[in-house]
């Protein structure tokens, strides 16, 4: 009998790019100057900024909803909602 092994490459918690809030704060207004938006409210009016914006920070941060949720000031709902 022959066994098979599979390697898996898990990704460590600590490998996220955005380590902190501050770090997610720059990072946000990195975005918001590429876009030449002003303001963080009027930019996240559109669902396709808001949503990829979240699941950006859902996939390289440690971030919780919650802390999330308060950096954007967004519904803790809409946050929840979006796919990785």
Do not use: C, P
């Not at 990072?27 to 990829?52: Q, S, T």
Request: zero cysteines; proline letters at 0%; a positive charge.
């Amino acid at each position: 009998m022959t066994e098979e092994f599979i390697d898996i490459n898990e990704e460590k918690a600590t490998d996220k790019t955005i380590k902190s809030e501050a770090q997610a704060i720059k990072h946000i207004e990195r975005v918001l100057k590429e876009d030449k938006a002003v303001h963080l409210k009027d930019w996240l009016i559109n669902k396709d900024n808001r949503n990829g914006l979240i699941g950006y920070l859902k996939d390289n941060s440690n971030l919780s909803t919650r802390q999330i949720t308060a950096i954007l000031g967004v519904n803790r709902n809409i946050v929840q909602r979006v796919k990785r």
